[in-house]
């Protein structure tokens, strides 16, 4: 299938990009900055044809493959994802225990590190700050 099949008229906003930063594997910080400042220019547009949308797609796709393995995340624990949650949303301990309908003793001890969430916890806090579940599976 040829780029104008999949494009039409749109394969020259496609090439241009081609010519503008091609897409192969990012190497060095100056390529990875160069990437970052096209994915700007993109988002910052109100509305993107498909070819910018798959342009953006893929250049996305190898700017988290070059981040992954030069700046990786560190797993944090429970006690430190639920501190960042609660700072976050400029809440205290007892709002948070309350409105999680978590014992306010859990939740200090949670972030004491002395005692992991179960389950069941992480989900009721997972809806209480509505964020995915997930956020709490890199205990470390």
Not at 33 to 52: C, M
Not at 69 to 80: R, T
């Amino acid at each position: 299938m040829s780029i104008r099949t999949i494009y039409g008229k749109g394969q020259d906003v496609y090439l241009d990009l081609i010519r503008k930063l091609p897409l192969r594997p990012i190497e060095s910080e100056e390529e990875l900055d160069r990437a970052i400042a096209v994915i700007d220019s993109l988002i910052d547009k109100k509305k993107l044809s498909p070819a910018e949308d798959d342009y953006l797609d893929v250049l996305s796709d190898l700017v988290e493959k070059y981040e992954t393995v030069h700046y990786p995340i560190l797993p944090v624990s429970d006690g430190e994802m639920l501190q960042f949650l609660i700072e976050a949303r400029g809440a205290t301990q007892a709002q948070v225990a309350k409105g999680a309908g978590i014992a306010e003793s859990t939740i200090s001890e949670v972030l004491s590190g002395r005692r992991k969430l179960n389950r069941r916890q992480i989900g009721k806090l997972a809806k209480f700050f509505h964020v995915t579940p997930s956020v709490f599976e890199f205990d470390g």
